[in-house]
C-alpha cells in the first residue's frame, strides 16, 4: 500500500530526485505540503548525507543529485536576481557560482555553499537575461558582476 501522502518518514524509503520531486519507495509524493515540509527539514551532513529529522522521526534521504533545486528567479540583471530554492527560500544569485554541468544542466551554490540545480523553468527564466557572447557561450548579468557561461567541452 502506498505511503507516499503521509509524514511518516520512518514509514519507507525517502528520495529526493534531480526532478525536484519527493519520493517514498519509489512512487512520488504529491501533496505539495509534506514536499515543502520535507525540503524545510532536510539537513546534510558533513560527509554529504541527507536526512530528514521531523520530532522523533528520522531518515536518510536518497538525493539523485543535489538536495535542494531551483524552481524560480526573481529580481533583475540591474538589481540582482534572487533564487527561489524548492523550500520556498530565496538566497541572492552568486553568478562566479554557476556552473554547467553534463546535458547542459546549470548548477549554481546556495544554502551555505551547497550545489543546487536549476529545474528547466527556473533555467529558462534566468536565459531570458543572457545576451550571446563569443564562441558560443553566454553573458549574464546580476548586479554589478557579470560573467560568461560555456557548455562543458
Known amino acids: ?27 512520488p509524493i504529491v501533496n505539495r505540503a509534506i514536499c515543502r515540509l ?4 532536510m539537513t546534510v551532513d558533513e560527509n554529504g548525507d541527507a536526512r530528514l529529522e521531523l520530532g522523533e522521526d528520522r531518515a536518510l534521504v536518497d538525493v539523485e543529485d543535489t538536495p535542494w533545486v531551483v524552481t524560480g528567479i526573481d529580481g533583475n540583471p540591474e ?5 527561489v530554492l524548492n523550500d ?43 545576451e550571446p557572447a563569443p564562441g558560443g557561450a553566454c553573458r549574464l548579468r546580476s548586479g554589478d558582476r557579470e560573467i560568461t557561461l560555456r557548455a562543458p567541452s
Open 88 to 130: 520556498e527560500s530565496r538566497e541572492r544569485l552568486d553568478l562566479g557560482t554557476l556552473t554547467v554541468g553534463a546535458d547542459d544542466v546549470l548548477y549554481a551554490r546556495a544554502r551555505g555553499g551547497l550545489r543546487v540545480r536549476f529545474l528547466r523553468p527556473a533555467y529558462y527564466h534566468l536565459m531570458r537575461h543572457a
Open 1 to 27: 500500500m502506498a505511503r507516499a501522502g503521509f509524514t511518516a518518514i520512518s514509514a519507507g524509503r525517502i528520495s529526493f530526485r534531480k526532478d525536484g520531486r519527493w519520493y517514498c519507495d519509489g512512487e
Open 38 to 41: 520535507y525540503a524545510r527539514a
Open 79 to 83: 538589481d540582482g536576481i534572487d533564487l
